[in-house]
C-alpha cells in the first residue's frame, strides 16, 4: 500500500498519481509536480488516499510544492502563446502544403518544448515543417497525430442529447464500445443516432451494458419457450428497463394471447416442461390463387411445347464437306448415270500451306520433269503433260 493524491492536468484528463512528500494540499489546489515530461502543474482532484501498489506506476514521482501567483501567471502566459503559436503553425503548415488539420498547442510548464498535436488520414512527412517551426520558436519542437475521439474530446462540443459530450466533461479514459451493444439495447441500427461527435459510436451505450447483460442472462433468447403462471409460451419481447417480458400464450384452441409479466415470475423451460405450442401462419388466399394460376399457365405451355415438337419435328443440319468431297459430288451431278463417287474422310489433316497430303503429291507429280519418249510417225505431238483425270475423261 502506499499514499498518494490524485492530479488532473487537463480537464476531463486521465488521473495520475504522485506522492505527497510531506505536503497534504485540498482538492481543487494547484500543485507543481514532475513528471516525464518535466516539471508541470496540475490540479488535485482526490486527497490523500492509500492504494494498492497495482494501481500505481513505479517509481512513483513527488510533488514539489504547492503552485503559487508565479506559477499561475506564467500558466496564464503560456495560454497566450500557444494562441499565438497555432495562428503560426496553421500559416506554415498551408505554406508546406501538407494534409493535416492542427487541433490545439500546448506548452510545457517550464517552457522547454512545445507540442502541436494534429489530425490525418495517413502519415504525414513534416520534417520540413518541424524545420521551420524551430527556427521561429527557437525551442524544442514535437509533433504528435492523435485520433478523432481525442479531438473530439480536446474541442468539446454539445452531443445529441443536448448537454456537453461526456468525454470533454468528465470521462478520463475512452471505453471501448461496440455494435453488439446497441443491438442489445434494442436501439437503431442508423449510424447517424448512435453516433457521437466524433463520428464513432456513443460512449454513453457503455452505461448500461453491464444492467443489459445481468437481465439477458436471466432469460431466454426472444422465440425461445420460457415458462409463465399460465402456462408454457414464446418469448416475443424483453424489456430490459422495466424487466419485464411479453410472452405468447395459447388461451383456447385455436386462439393466443400475449401477456406481459416481470421477470421473476417466469422462468426458463425445465426437462419436465411441455413444449410450447405456437401459432401457425396462415396461408394467403391471394397468395395461393396466383400460385395455382401460375402452374396452370406453366402446364398449358408444356403441352403446347409438346403438340409443337409433334408437329414440327427437328430438322437435322446438314453436314460439312470438304473441298474434295465438294469437286466429287458436282462431277457426279455432271456425269448423269454414274455411280456417286464413294465419300472420303470428313477431315483431312492439313499440313504446312494449308494443303492435305494428297493435293502436296499430286501438285509434286505435277512439278516433276517427265522423260519424253519420240512419237511414232504418224502421231501428233504431245504439246503438254496430261493428267489422271483428263485421260480418265477423254
Known sequence: M????????????????????????RPGDNVIV?????????????????????????????????????????????????REAFAICQERIARHKLDMKLVSVEFTFDNNKIIFYFTANGRVDFRDLVKDLASVFKIRIELRQIGVRDEAKMLGGLGSCGRQICCGAFLGDFQPVSIKMAKEQNLSLNPTKISGQCGRLMCCLKYEQDNYEQVLKRLPRVGKDIVTPDGVGVITEINCIKERVKVRIRVDDDTFDVREYAIDDVRRPGPDDAAAVREQPRPDKKMRRGRSQAEAAEAEEGEDDKDRKK????????????????????????????????????????????????????????????????????????SAPVSDEKSQEN
Open 2 to 25: 502506499a499514499t498518494v493524491i490524485g492530479v488532473r492536468f487537463k480537464k476531463a484528463g486521465k488521473v495520475y498519481y504522485f506522492d505527497p512528500d510531506g505536503i497534504w494540499p
Open 311 to 382: 408437329r414440327y419435328p427437328r430438322q437435322k443440319a446438314p453436314k460439312n464437306l470438304s473441298t474434295d468431297q465438294f469437286l466429287e459430288m458436282m462431277k457426279g451431278d455432271d456425269q448423269p448415270g454414274q455411280a456417286p463417287a464413294p465419300a472420303k474422310e470428313h477431315r483431312r489433316k492439313r499440313g504446312r500451306g494449308g494443303k492435305s497430303a494428297e493435293e502436296r503429291r499430286e501438285s509434286a507429280a505435277d512439278d516433276a520433269p517427265r522423260a519424253e519418249s519420240p512419237a511414232p510417225e504418224g502421231a501428233p505431238a504431245a
Open 34 to 82: 514532475e513528471t516525464a515530461r518535466g516539471v508541470e502543474m496540475g490540479e488535485v482532484v482526490t486527497g490523500s488516499r492509500s492504494v494498492s501498489d497495482a494501481q500505481i506506476v513505479t517509481p512513483l514521482k513527488k510533488v514539489i510544492r504547492v503552485a503559487n501567483e508565479e506559477d499561475v501567471r506564467r500558466a496564464e502566459t503560456n495560454e497566450q502563446r500557444e
